[in-house]
């Protein structure tokens, strides 16, 4: 199988983060590294997608980093200019060629379509791309 | 902020999966299911961006899976019908919104920008998005 037109794809924001957090200088690299919490205000047209999330549960947010510099493949980890560059795909970096953020976080509550979680490092106005469960040991899948 | 028409995004395959699963009823559920080892082949206009990966690393793959269903919320868990129907974000469905693929796996070889990893599940052909290091505790990032 070799490259082709088919190698791009359009991926629609299923919602967007609220958050305190307004400028990329601000935020923390990581949500463990003392980020806010957030809400997952999501378009009502996925409803039934999110019936069966409860509070308390940790779950995996995938978002897109629309602020994000897509032609970057090697970076300074952390910003960080006193350490050597690596390579984007060795990093955490939202500059890269797919800005899409990873962030596990906690429900802490959950009202219609807004849903707010513990400790998010995104930016207010982040698309939201989808929700994943964590996976629990195979047989209790 | 409210929806509006930046809330679409274009993704762009970065490699293909190469993978002896070629049917989606074949495939595991996931990767520690029994899944085959499988070789990344990137795109060699990335691979600045993968120099700092190496053998025996542990990494998260993201995948377009690009024969899904996007029109489905709702889903009955593992396709098993006799179990009750879940919304779609508390399950791991490819059929989502966004079939975003998220495979935890070990590197196992890189021959230039063919990067064999372990276990696997994503079928042959399937579009690679990124390449993300797993996160060590906050004191060592």
Do not use: Y
Not at 17 to 42: C, I, K
């Amino acid at each position: 199988m070799n490259p082709s037109p088919d190698d791009r794809f359009e991926v629609r924001a299923i919602g967007w983060v609220e958050s305190p957090l307004t400028d990329r200088g601000d935020a923390p690299r990581q949500g463990d590294e003392g980020a806010p919490d957030a809400v997952l205000r999501l378009d009502p047209a996925v409803r039934e997608g999110i019936r069966d999330l409860a509070v308390g549960e940790r779950v995996i947010v995938l978002t897109w980093l629309d602020r994000a510099d897509r032609d970057v493949l090697v970076v300074h980890p952390r910003g960080d200019r006193s350490r050597a560059p690596h390579g984007v795909f060795s990093t955490r970096s939202p500059d890269r060629p797919n800005p899409i953020g990873l962030h596990t976080v906690q429900i802490v509550e959950i009202d219609d379509v807004r849903i707010k979680v513990r400790h998010l490092e995104a930016l207010d106005g982040t698309p939201v791309l989808d929700v994943k469960p964590l996976l629990g040991p195979v047989g209790e899948r």
